[in-house]
């Protein structure tokens, strides 16, 4: 018997496209196309399967990404009868893990990520914030390297290999010269419209969390892994402030994927569009068998982004 972990993608994984064939076969997607349209006061269906410059503007990528993610849970579940243990996701991701859990309704996930992504997108003026993916450095180098820069964090711990930083924009870009200096091989400005996950966005985080206080939880039908911390997650009563945290905080994204291989998850399905986290599993399972000793052998990562995708997952439950 598998023991399963869904996982969702954050921004950045986003295309025009994505979630239309799921769209073109299932009714029960196109409803929750319609609802969110009502939800939101615009056509979703245009959003994501039209050539448009919204979809890349996080104030509509961020509802956009949730509505994909879930309503392509709920036809997993469905129609394959698979059910997690776990859940997680990179970021924004986290609300769809949250919401699969059974801790935020569908509707009120998409509510509060629509109003995330506003947020974020007000805290800091266009242009003042950046972020940047490092490339094949050590932690430890880029954690030296940003102590002696003011303005410049930590945003993701992706996977081995692969940090990203964020903060201000001159403090981003002195960050990225001096790591290569010191031998990353690789650092590339992301095009993004803020300085996410930085402390830039302490103010966001608190409107955020004053909004969050007025939602409804549900009980938990299994737990989740929050980004803030990389712990497993029981108590719903924690939810609303980790939340509120995570705008301004890293995302610990390596350290909660190994977290749930230490809690025993041997299958993870990546559900949504794209296969980042799929693409970061690999190494975060090579540094893991290494650092413990384990045998990673048995562990498998399915993406689903298409019907098809969906039938290759037949006898994992």
């Given at each position: 018997?598998?023991?399963?972990?869904?996982?969702?993608?954050?921004?950045?994984?986003?295309?025009?496209?994505?979630?239309?064939?799921?769209?073109d076969?299932?009714?029960?997607?196109?409803?929750?196309?319609?609802?969110?349209?009502?939800?939101?006061?615009?056509?979703?269906?245009e959003?994501c399967?039209?050539?448009?410059?919204?979809?890349?503007?996080?104030?509509?990528?961020?509802?956009?990404?949730v509505?994909?993610?879930?309503?392509?849970?709920?036809?997993?579940?469905?129609?394959?009868g698979?059910?997690?243990?776990?859940?997680?996701g990179?970021?924004?991701?986290?609300?769809?893990?949250?919401?699969?859990?059974?801790?935020?309704?569908?509707?009120?996930?998409?509510?509060?990520?629509?109003?995330?992504?506003?947020?974020?997108?007000?805290?800091v003026?266009?242009?003042?914030?950046?972020?940047?993916?490092?490339?094949?450095?050590?932690?430890?180098?880029?954690?030296e390297?940003?102590?002696?820069?003011?303005?410049?964090?930590?945003?993701n711990?992706?996977?081995?290999?692969?940090?990203?930083?964020?903060?201000?924009?001159?403090?981003?870009?002195?960050?990225?010269?001096?790591?290569q200096?010191?031998?990353?091989?690789?650092?590339?400005?992301?095009?993004?419209?803020?300085?996410?996950?930085?402390?830039?966005?302490?103010?966001?985080?608190?409107?955020?969390?004053?909004?969050?206080?007025?939602?409804?939880?549900?009980?938990?039908?299994?737990?989740?892994?929050?980004?803030?911390?990389?712990?497993i997650?029981?108590?719903?009563?924690?939810?609303?402030?980790?939340?509120?945290?995570?705008?301004s905080?890293?995302?610990?994204?390596?350290?909660?994927?190994?977290?749930?291989?230490?809690?025993?998850?041997?299958?993870?399905v990546?559900?949504?569009?794209?296969k980042?986290?799929a693409?970061?599993?690999?190494k975060?399972?090579?540094?893991?068998?290494?650092?413990?000793?384990?045998?990673?052998?048995?562990?498998?990562?399915?993406?689903?982004?298409?019907?098809?995708?969906?039938?290759?997952?037949?006898?994992?439950?």
């Open positions: 018997m598998s023991k399963i972990a869904f996982i969702y993608p954050g921004q950045g994984a986003q295309h025009m496209g994505m979630g239309k064939e799921f769209f076969a299932f009714e029960s997607v196109r409803t929750r196309f319609e609802e969110c349209s009502g939800l939101l006061g615009y056509d979703m269906a959003l399967f039209t050539e448009n410059d919204r979809l890349d503007d996080t104030r509509y990528t961020q509802p956009a990404m509505l994909v993610e879930l309503a392509l849970t709920e036809v997993l579940m469905r129609e394959k698979i059910r997690a243990e776990l859940s997680a990179l970021s924004l991701g986290e609300y769809a893990a949250i919401s699969e859990a059974g801790i935020f309704s569908f509707q009120d996930a998409v509510k509060t990520v629509a109003l995330r992504g506003r947020l974020m997108a007000e805290a003026p266009a242009g003042e914030g950046a972020m940047a993916a490092v490339l094949g450095a050590d932690v430890s180098l880029i954690q390297v940003l102590e002696q820069i003011e303005g410049a964090y930590i945003a711990y992706n996977c081995p290999g692969q940090i990203v930083i964020t903060g201000h924009k001159k403090a981003v870009e002195t960050a990225c010269g001096k790591l200096e010191a031998g990353a091989r690789k650092c590339v400005l992301l095009n993004v419209s803020g300085p996410f996950h930085s402390p830039l966005l302490a103010g966001a985080g608190k409107e955020l969390g004053e909004a969050l206080s007025e939602v409804a939880l549900g009980e938990a039908i299994h737990p989740y892994v929050a980004n803030v911390t990389a712990e997650v029981s108590d719903t009563a924690m939810v609303k402030e980790l939340l509120e945290q995570q705008v905080s890293s995302v610990r994204w390596q350290q909660s994927v190994e977290n749930m291989l230490q809690a025993g998850i041997d299958t993870f990546e559900i949504g569009p794209g980042t986290l693409g970061f599993m690999k975060i399972l090579k540094e893991y068998a290494g650092k413990t000793g384990a045998d990673v052998s048995g562990i498998r990562t399915f993406t689903v982004n298409t019907p098809e995708d969906m039938e290759k997952l037949c006898g994992i439950e």
